[in-house]
């Protein structure tokens, strides 16, 4: 079910909706080829207000979390505390890039899934919010195969796209986007190392703490951001009786469903 539907969806007196488990992020990739300046990516992470986007725009409908971890699987850590939004802390940033030589009339296009129709008005909206704090954000809304070419091509500045990463064992995923060939463009060698050991270790609190690891890494590198984490809804006929949707699951007792008569 889109996001945009959401309401009209919940509105219907035939059905009945069910919230499903946060474990889609809505990822903005940065090609740190381009935004080579550390300061500057950090203060797009700054100056991102993820809450309000979530509260406001999503009426709540998901979560905030660092990097590519939802609470839905088992390797998240509860301990990590989210980047607050913090413009203050974003100019100061940038103030201090600029010192340096970055040039803040620098264009940065920031390419979004025109198909994705609530990520398009929500990327407008973070494009306004850092234009406040002196960045120079062009939105380009492209349909996904253009997205996914600019993202193989690295011809973007900033990338967002839904991103589902198994909760199982992310480290595929995780692995390649955070590498020089990856759509990051991003190389950190204790980011390796500490992906590695994800792959080595058998207890769970020692994978824990080595995606810990990782996901510090991004907070202060920022080669990613995760604006949010999708909680999308199911929805149930209510004549279908001991069928509940949600991201996993949803069939395993399916030889118990009923069809109810009128």
Same mark, same amino acid.
């Given at each position: ?87 203050? /802390? ?15 009339? =620098? !264009? ?63 480290? =595929? ?13 991003? /190389?950190?060698?204790?980011?390796? /190392?500490?992906?590695?050991? =994800?792959? /080595?270790?058998?207890?769970?609190? !020692? ?48 030889? !118990? ?6």
């Amino acid at each position: 079910i889109l996001q945009e539907d959401y309401e009209s969806v919940r509105a219907l007196d035939n059905i009945t909706v069910y919230d499903g488990t946060p474990i889609t992020h809505q990822s903005i990739f940065i090609n740190t080829e381009r935004i080579t300046d550390v300061r500057v990516r950090q203060a797009i992470l700054y100056g991102i207000d993820r809450k309000t986007i979530l509260n406001d725009l999503l009426k709540g409908q998901g979560e905030v979390v660092e990097g590519f971890l939802a609470s839905a699987g088992p390797f998240y850590d509860e301990s990590v505390t989210p980047v607050e939004y913090n413009p203050e /802390k974003a100019a100061q940033l940038l103030s201090e890039a600029e010192a340096d030589g970055w040039d803040k009339s =620098t !264009e940065l296009v920031f390419c979004v899934n025109s198909g994705d129709t609530t990520f398009a008005q929500i990327a407008s909206f973070i494009a306004a919010k850092l234009g406040e704090l002196g960045f120079n954000i062009k939105v380009n809304t492209i349909d996904i195969a253009s997205l996914l070419s600019a993202a193989g091509s690295g011809d973007f500045d900033m990338l967002a796209v839904q991103y589902t990463y198994a909760p199982v064992d992310p480290y =595929t995923d995780i692995s390649w986007l955070l590498s020089e060939g990856g759509w990051t463009r991003y /190389k950190n060698e204790e980011v390796a /190392k500490a992906l590695d050991m =994800t792959q /080595k270790a058998s207890d769970t609190n !020692e994978i824990i703490k080595e995606y810990r690891i990782v996901t510090d890494y991004v907070q202060h590198e920022v080669p990613m951001i995760s604006a949010y984490v999708i909680s999308a809804i199911g929805a149930v006929s209510n004549r279908l009786k001991n069928a509940v949707p949600d991201v996993y699951g949803t069939f395993i007792n399916v030889h !118990e469903w009923e069809i109810a008569n009128n």
